[in-house]
């Protein structure tokens, strides 16, 4: 069975991967922003969720849950999901909002500088679909299944 794309959508079709690479870069540079303007300190782990693998990739995720200090005000946060090797009560250094001290994140960078090259992957891909498209070559390939 093949799938045919109208005509009038496939000139569009490299959209999705040039949108999808822009918004994951833009994301992954918000995340790198932080980096430079949030300010450093050290929080306690107080919980880790474990969530076991579901789905394709049945990776486990683990939330963290940590206090910290700023000022001399106690807060509460989750640096959200997280790779293993966390244990209760150890000491780590988190970046937090200056403005907004409830605002944390992990100083992991690895992270984001992941995400601006698959974005910026998704983007190549989407501006070659639109040079290939406009240069006579096909923009959507063609799909068939037994």
Do not use: C, W
Request: net charge negative.
């Amino acid at each position: 069975m093949q799938i045919n794309v109208p005509e009038k959508f496939k000139k569009f079709f490299f959209l999705i991967p040039l949108l999808t690479g822009i918004a994951v870069m833009i994301a992954a540079g918000v995340s790198l922003y932080h980096h430079a303007t949030y300010a450093k300190t050290v929080a306690t782990i107080l919980s880790i969720d474990v969530d076991p693998g579901v789905g394709e990739d049945e990776s486990t995720k683990y939330t963290v849950i940590v206090e910290y200090r700023v000022d001399g005000q106690t807060y509460y946060g989750d640096l959200g999901e997280l790779e293993n090797g966390y244990t209760v009560g150890k000491r780590i250094e988190i970046l937090y909002d200056p403005n907004d001290p409830a605002k944390i994140q992990s100083t992991d960078k690895i992270g984001p500088a992941i995400a601006v090259l698959v974005g910026a992957l998704f983007a190549g891909i989407g501006v070659y679909m639109l040079v290939k498209g406009k240069n006579g070559g096909p923009t959507v390939p063609t799909a068939t299944t037994a």
